[in-house]
């Protein structure tokens, strides 16, 4: 595969990724508006927490997606994997867009609007997985970090994408407008870009390195993934508290900032969303220079920096921007923690898929990505706003990052401890 054409893959692959991280990102964003469609309640607490539980709830479903679906990318292959994941990560948000509010159908509107975000949680399980070890195999030797990153790049874009679009409604429509329809708007613009990502998707090849294995061994059954992922739950428990770091880190300063900086800060409702957009570019800017270093100086060093960082910085810099909220005391705080999320993210991902067995590679990396974003990071937007209320201190979710990190650094640490140092062909090592 020529330069070229390695650039054209990284762009078909990652677009379907785009699509699953938009949806999840509008959720958050209008959070509280979708809680009053579909949550009424006396308390606006109460329904702001009933709101972001269901979003919560979506990640529940992810570990078991990492499961089924990732076997299924390692038996079937990638490309057919990341048709599937596509096509149902589409059906949950035709549900979540169409679904008539409470004052409508009554209680059978929550119920649908969960079963859609349990489907976009199953597929979201090993969407992750499949784009990051499809880049991962099909990568320039000795450039594996760098090509990985976009994964994750691609989600940025989405950050991007939905933050300017949010901008562009807060411009175009009343509050009480968004609040009664306009979150609707962001939900099925996202319908409309499914049929184009299945079009970039459909010309997607199989990865070079999976068609070989399958030519020279036999293609393993689901009982055979499933025994190995038991045989080295040690390494996935490992993988999840890594990721732990990065998913509490993504969710904090994208998904969770408007309603933080709006509900808590009594920021304007579009400094948070600008705050958002410029987060988003700088995670998009710093997510490949740190896969680069990495490929560079090893993933132990760079992993090891950031949850040190995370540790020491994160509850300062919140508390500083309570102190005096402002726009630009958001945008400083959340700027640094972008920093910190892009170079670990960037080595991260790219480490996952190294330190997993061949076999399982897909289903281990999906398995452990999904089960700390259920546990942790897909209930960020959640455990903060209760932190934030049971202790009456805003400054909770440098506390709960701080967490992350501690999980993070300790993992990487045991990772280095288990394994010999495995080495790439230019001599650097990985461990």
Known sequence: ??????????????????????????????????GRAFFPSHSEFATLMASFATFGVGFLMRPLGGLVLGAYIDRHGRRAGLMLTLALMGLGTFTLAVTPGYATIGVLAPLVVLLGRLIQGFSAGAELGGVSVYL??????GHKGFYVSWQSGSQQVAVVFTA??????????????????????PLLIGCFIVPLLFWIRNSLAETEEFSQ????EKRPTAGTIFRTLLEHWGLVLLGMMLVTMTTVSFYLITAYTPTYGKEVLH??????LIVTVCVGLSNLFWLPIGGAIS?????????VGCCVLALLTAYPAISWLVSAPSFTRLLVSLLWLSFIYGLYNG????????????????????LAYSLATALFGGF???????????????AMPGLWLSFAALLGLIATLAVRRRAAPAERADGVSIV
Request: proline residues 4%; aromatic residues 12%; contains cysteine.
């Open 295 to 303: 490929d560079r100086i090893g993933r132990f060093p760079v992993l």
């Open 347 to 366: 080595a991260m991902v790219v480490y996952l898929t190294e330190i997993m067995p061949v076999k399982i590679r897909t289903s281990g990396f999906s």
């Open 136 to 141: 991962a195999e099909m990568a320039t030797p």
């Open 1 to 34: 595969m020529t330069r070229g054409e390695k650039v054209k893959a990284v762009f078909r692959v990652a677009s379907g990724n785009f699509l699953e991280m938009y949806d999840f990102i509008v959720y958050g964003y209008y959070a509280a508006a979708i």
């Open 267 to 272: 920021l304007a409702g579009n400094d948070a």
């Open 380 to 394: 960020t937007p959640l455990i903060c706003t209760w932190l934030i209320h049971v202790t009456d201190n805003r």
């Open 213 to 216: 294995r399958m030519k020279h």
């Open 164 to 185: 300017l679009l949010g901008v562009g409604l807060g411009s175009l429509l009343t509050p009480e407008q968004m609040n009664a329809w306009g979150w609707r708007i």
